[in-house]
Structure formats: C-alpha cells, structure tokens
C-alpha cells in the first residue's frame, strides 16, 4: 500500500494566458459555474445518465463546486478573468474566460451583459439551492 504523504504545493501559481507572465489573484468573489437540466449536468461533470437524472431531480440548479471564474492582474495586461477548474489531484487548470462561461456563472459583475434579469434570477436560485449543496464524489 502506498504510503506517502501526498505533498501539495501550497500556492499554485498562474501564468498571463496572452503574455506568459506570472498572474497575481485579485482574491475577490469566486464566481462558481452552475448547470441546468439532467443533459447539461450529465455533459459538463461527465458522469451516467442515471447519476445526472438524480441530481436534477434534487438540484434543478446544479452549483459546480469545482469550476468558478475568478478575477486576476497582470502586469501587463491588468485585469482579467479566468476559468479554474480543480483537477481530481487537487491542481487548478486554468484558461480565460469566455462569454459562455459568464453566462453559466452564478453571478455576473460584467456590466456589459443585457439579460441582467436572467442573472439576477439564478443568483437568487443558487443561494436557494447553495444551502444544501452537496459534492458529488465521481
Ligand atoms: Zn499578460
């Protein structure tokens, strides 16, 4: 059996997507992406149609514990937004992200986007379904 303690780098750091510089964490809100509806669930977490009919039974508005968008600076570019995900060994893939992500995000601070009913809407549903957030161990 293997027995080593797993040694985890306690920062990850991230590089500028566009100039390949380091990336500093603003540290503000973490948006998390959510998922509507048994297809989206089943596509986006990969998991078999039975397990995703379970969990859009109980979760109409599925909360992605593991992908959020989150804001970074860059000396050069300044602010921008990226999409981290958690890998299952604990590290963050990261890539910028897109107006598709933002409108899978439980809330948006982007002023530019039109539909802010839309928004404001399944803000008010994740926090509904926030309180009984459950992982789901894949
Ligand atoms: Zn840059």
């Given at each position: 059996?293997?027995?080593?303690?797993?040694?985890?780098?306690?920062?990850?750091?991230?590089?500028?997507?566009?100039?390949q510089q380091?990336?500093?964490?603003?540290?503000?809100?973490?948006?998390?992406?959510?998922?509507?509806?048994?297809?989206?669930?089943?596509?986006?977490?990969?998991?078999?149609?039975?397990?995703?009919?379970?969990?859009?039974?109980?979760?109409?508005?599925?909360?992605?514990?593991?992908?959020?968008?989150?804001?970074?600076?860059?000396?050069?570019?300044?602010?921008?937004?990226?999409?981290?995900?958690?890998?299952?060994?604990?590290?963050?893939?990261?890539?910028?992200?897109?107006?598709?992500?933002?409108?899978?995000?439980?809330?948006t601070?982007?002023?530019?986007?039109?539909?802010?009913?839309?928004?404001?809407?399944?803000?008010?549903?994740?926090?509904?379904?926030?309180?009984?957030?459950a992982?789901?161990?894949?």
């Amino acid at each position: 059996m293997p027995n080593k303690r797993r040694t985890r780098q306690q920062t990850q750091q991230f590089f500028c997507p566009i100039c390949q510089q380091r990336l500093w964490r603003s540290g503000g809100t973490k948006y998390h992406l959510y998922y509507q509806g048994k297809a989206e669930i089943q596509e986006k977490l990969n998991i078999t149609s039975k397990r995703a009919s379970f969990i859009a039974t109980h979760h109409p508005v599925y909360v992605d514990a593991n992908v959020w968008l989150e804001e970074f600076f860059c000396k050069v570019d300044l602010k921008m937004w990226l999409r981290l995900s958690k890998a299952s060994d604990g590290l963050l893939h990261s890539r910028l992200a897109t107006q598709a992500d933002w409108e899978r995000s439980v809330k948006t601070p982007d002023p530019d986007l039109p539909n802010s009913t839309v928004s404001e809407f399944t803000y008010r549903m994740s926090r509904r379904t926030g309180q009984h957030l459950a992982r789901y161990e894949m």
